[in-house]
């Protein structure tokens, strides 16, 4: 069903008129015992009602702080457009935040209510809040309040009275953003910034209506996933809540999601779990799945690039498809059709994959003070090392050394109480400097070199884009992931967490007798094993781009121990100080 170009520039109209228009039809479903249960419409908006009544009940009020500390939940949601319906400033925290930066939000915004996951991060907001300041999505705390308990009063009927008079400008949310940096700091979006981006990706995502349904895979406090939540819900599509965690596959594939937003490593890892199906088949069966995938990347490489394939490859790939490329896209649920791509560079032999199978692998670029999407891939024509082009309304242009600078409606405030860090991002003539280093290609196309902070110069004088590497690295089975290190030295190296069973049957394989993970990591026969990977995988890169030595570490990066932002990037600085010593070793 077409939806049109057109999208009211109030979110909390358009949320309305959907409720009338699907009532009885599916807003989201969550998992539970194995199965997904659906919400209407009608009781989708009943619930941001109850929320908001609430909110007013309490005495919040509009320009007011509300707080949500708490994983992926449907409530997450509700709770969200509540505040929106009642012109209450939300305040998005992530759930796996450091007790020293939850301490900075809180003391900076001053919330009047933190909504909290669960009684294991309400008490991590002990002596910084009153306990009734508190209300838990999830299980109860002595003196906070329970969600029911919040939520228990009859709805008002001026619950959505303050959405009449949103503007444009009006600020809609605070998201705190430590980017790779890691340190803090609020990026304000407005009401104009979230509406834009939905009337912007209409015109991008031609190929989704409201017979589709997506998947809320990322952190919902990051702007990435909310943002997306937002346009799918504007758009009248089915939404799937899931919490993180093994079953996440298996729960995609019963879902039979038509549309999901992932960061690069987890195409990566199916990716991978792909391959190593592939060599556990018979020789004949191997290579003819082999033989199907060239021809896939063939066809799907002249589509992107608007030629159209001869009679003999339009023919070998209808009968691919139906036999071979649909049993692939099963694993995902059969109905994938769109990827939507962020957060990172995704590694060709990974695009080209899902390109050969029949999945729109939409690269795109963002940042929290964007409100995510900067730029996007045109439906049908992704190429792979580009992120598309800006998106309608959007400036972009390439300033000093390369760097991307953006102007348009969907550029942040500026940062909450931080005059000084915003007059740092922002150009004498209002561009926003984000930081990263990219350059337009002949056809108009956007690539993404690497952050300017993040570039490594050597003691010879070179200088080396880690992330690209990085990535690289990850492609080999035994490699989980990878930083590169070498500021200042004359070759670069690399800190490897290896996949621990693969690691596991690899000792196995090669006879080596190791009890422990620890006398696993220091044999010398495994390190040269993987560096041996390492080697062939970085064959075509420059010398200086060569990783020469790596350490295998025991523990994995993590968002807790604050090495990855929550959309899973890596804090170069963090890992450096955590691994100082296995650094200096590495180059001793």
Excluded at 355 to 377: C, K, P, Q, V
Excluded at 411 to 419: K, Q, S
Excluded at 516 to 530: A, C, G, P, T, V
Aim: neutral net charge.
């Amino acid at each position: 069903m077409d939806i049109g170009l057109n999208i009211s520039p109030n979110f909390i109209s358009q949320l309305l008129s959907n409720g009338n228009k699907y009532r009885d039809r599916a807003a989201y479903r969550y998992f539970q015992n194995n199965s997904w249960i659906s919400v209407s419409w009608r009781a989708f908006i009943h619930h941001i009602k109850q929320f908001a009544s609430a909110l007013l009940n309490h005495g919040i009020k509009a320009g007011e702080h509300v707080a949500i500390y708490a994983a992926n939940s449907p409530q997450w949601t509700e709770i969200d457009y509540a505040c929106m319906a009642t012109k209450t400033v939300s305040i998005a925290i992530h759930s796996t935040v450091s007790q020293q930066s939850l301490q900075q939000i809180i003391d900076e915004t001053e919330p009047r209510l933190v909504f909290a996951g669960n009684a294991e991060l309400a008490k991590k907001l002990e002596g910084l809040l009153k306990p009734q300041q508190v209300v838990l999505l999830n299980g109860s705390l002595p003196g906070c309040q329970t969600l029911s308990q919040f939520a228990g009063t009859a709805p008002r009927e001026d619950w959505c009275r303050a959405a009449d008079e949103i503007t444009p400008d009006d600020l809609w949310t605070i998201v705190y953003t430590s980017g790779t940096t890691g340190k803090m700091r609020g990026a304000m979006l407005t009401y104009g910034n979230i509406d834009h981006q939905i009337s912007a990706h209409r015109q991008v995502l031609p190929d989704l209506s409201d017979s589709d349904s997506s998947f809320c895979l990322l952190p919902l406090s990051h702007i990435f996933e909310r943002g997306w939540s937002a346009i799918q819900y504007a758009w009248g599509l089915t939404h799937h809540y899931c919490p993180a965690g093994p079953q996440i596959i298996e729960a995609i594939k019963s879902a039979h999601p038509s549309v999901i937003c992932v960061v690069p490593r987890i195409l990566e890892k199916i990716y991978l779990s792909f391959n190593e199906h592939l060599e556990r088949l018979p020789k004949l069966s191997r290579t003819l799945l082999k033989r199907s995938l060239e021809a896939g990347k063939k066809y799907a490489a002249l589509v992107a690039e608007d030629k159209k394939p001869n009679c003999w490859l339009r023919a070998q790939h209808a009968l691919l498809d139906k036999f071979i490329f649909a049993k692939v896209r099963s694993l995902l649920g059969g109905k994938l059709k769109h990827c939507v791509v962020g957060s990172a560079a995704l590694v060709p032999d990974v695009h080209e994959f899902f390109r050969a199978i029949g999945i729109f692998i939409n690269d795109g670029y963002g940042l929290t003070e964007t409100t995510a999407t900067i730029s996007s891939t045109p439906l049908g024509h992704s190429i792979p090392n580009t992120v598309g082009t800006p998106l309608g309304g959007i400036e972009i242009r390439l300033g000093e050394n390369d760097e991307i600078q953006v102007k348009g409606p969907n550029v942040m405030r500026g940062y909450y109480r931080n005059a000084e860090e915003t007059a740092k991002v922002f150009t004498a003539d209002g561009f926003f400097r984000t930081g990263d280093v990219g350059q337009f290609l002949p056809n108009g196309y956007l690539r993404i070199t690497d952050r300017l902070k993040d570039f490594i110069r050597t003691s010879t004088g070179k200088y080396v884009a880690p992330q690209h590497l990085e990535s690289l690295l990850c492609m080999s089975p035994y490699i989980d992931q990878a930083a590169i290190v070498g500021e200042g030295r004359s070759w670069i190296g690399a800190l490897v967490v290896p996949d621990f069973k693969k690691l596991q049957n690899l000792a196995e394989q090669l006879g080596i007798q190791a009890a422990k993970i620890q006398d696993m990591l220091r044999n010398s026969e495994l390190i040269n094993y993987i560096q041996q990977q390492i080697d062939a995988i970085l064959k075509d890169e420059a010398k200086h781009e060569q990783v020469h030595k790596i350490a295998l570490l025991e523990h994995p990066f993590t968002t807790d121990n604050g090495e990855l932002t929550p959309t899973l990037k890596l804090r170069r600085k963090t890992i450096s100080e955590h691994y100082r010593e296995t650094i200096e070793a590495l180059f001793a």
